[in-house]
């Protein structure tokens, strides 16, 4: 059995998690495979409850969430680990009852918070005078720069997107043997072919499509700059997916009838993403690196609007150093800039013809078959 441990909080944790499970069962189809909210499955209950809403708190105060991330970085990573021992200490506790009841052959987290029980599952074996066969990997969720909460050395494996992240855990100090570098996964309905009917007109003979994201919650700076967009009434189609925020959803459709100019298309959380980019020329989103290596995957540039950790201003970096993507800081820019797309869209044919130049890979299917590998 394999077990796929991630936390429902945040696209970045959980579309890792599904990208793999599908290459898992599609290639190997009899194989036993999981894919769990970890905390919520082992009935971690309490301890689940106060992490999500401590990410919901994070998603709305982009700022402090981005001065206590590099406050972090100045903190000794055996302190920080520490802490989240004594935090999560119910989830440590139920979670490595689980492991052992469950003896996973692998046990894979998108996140780290699911590092601690599998270790204490370990220990207990050993104390126990049980054999566990369990390899623990963990998927490093940040592309490119990790904190030091990655690094767990007791691991098996640590799983890295790029150069920089493997350079970076390695610097934090993670044994070198342990570290495996693949490309980030994406589900494959993120590089399937569009077919010629779902394929939009070309830029110029109709009006611009904006798909607008942020995340599965929904929260943060999103609200305002949705705001400032309807207000400018700009002649485009306006592709919002509200996440799990209803309370914005109903609002937009209420709204939607009173444009003049602006086609505004509301949504609440959608899996099947990958159906509204291709009726999409741009997206507009929160940094993350799920959102943003999927958008990229269908061939769109993206507007960044916020970023909530350093390792987000990384994938800005990322994305604008490789001139597919623009960051935008303040919320009355995104009207402005959409506005100059609509006099001259070039940028946009641009950004993408660059996409295609970054022969981006799907490392969904590598990472499967390294952890079938650990099975034998």
């Not at 499970?21 to 971690?44: G, I, M, R, W």
């Not at 999560?88 to 979670?95: I, L, P, Q």
């Not at 919650?217 to 309807?230: M, N, P, V």
């Amino acid at each position: 059995m394999i077990t796929l441990a991630m936390i429902d909080a945040g696209g970045g944790h959980k579309s890792p998690a599904v990208a793999v499970q599908q290459s898992l069962t599609q290639n190997t189809p009899n194989y036993d495979v999981q894919l769990l909210d970890f905390h919520e499955a082992v009935k971690a209950v309490a301890f689940d409850a106060i992490h999500k809403k401590s990410w919901n708190d994070m998603l709305r105060n982009p700022l402090l969430t981005y001065a206590g991330t590099k406050a972090l970085e100045a903190i000794p990573g055996e302190v920080t680990r520490s802490f989240v021992l004594r935090w999560s200490k119910e989830a440590v506790n139920k979670g490595a009852l689980w492991i052992l009841r469950n003896r996973p052959r692998v046990f894979f987290s998108t996140h780290y918070l699911n590092i601690p029980p599998a270790l204490e599952a370990r220990n207990l074996a050993r104390r126990r005078g049980i054999h566990l066969p369990t390899k623990i990997v963990l998927f490093a969720a940040e592309a490119f720069t990790l904190s030091s909460l990655w690094i767990w050395r007791e691991i098996d494996e640590l799983i890295v997107t790029s150069p920089e992240a493997y350079s970076h855990a390695i610097s934090l100090g993670m044994p070198r043997s342990k570290i495996r570098l693949f490309p980030y996964p994406v589900r494959k309905e993120f590089n399937s072919p569009r077919k010629p009917e779902d394929s939009p007109q070309p830029l110029g003979t109709r009006p611009l499509r904006v798909m607008a994201m942020a995340g599965a919650e929904g929260k943060g700076k999103f609200e305002t700059i949705l705001s400032k967009l309807i207000q400018a009434d700009l002649p485009i189609t306006l592709t919002v997916v509200c996440g799990r925020n209803d309370v914005l959803r109903q609002r937009l459709e209420s709204l939607a009838h009173e444009l003049k100019n602006t086609q505004l298309i509301a949504h609440g959380f959608v899996d099947q993403v990958w159906n509204l980019m291709d009726y999409s020329d741009l997206i507009l989103g929160k940094a993350g690196p799920a959102s943003m290596f999927e958008s990229l995957h269908r061939n769109l540039p993206i507007v960044f609007f916020d970023a909530v950790t350093t390792s987000e201003f990384a994938n800005i970096d990322y994305a604008s150093d490789n001139g597919v993507g623009w960051f935008l800081r303040e919320s009355w820019e995104v009207p402005e800039f959409i506005s100059n797309l609509l006099e001259d869209p070039q940028p946009i044919l641009d950004a993408k013809n660059k996409i295609r130049k970054l022969r981006l890979k799907n490392g969904a299917s590598e990472i499967a078959e390294f952890l079938l590998s650990l099975t034998s």
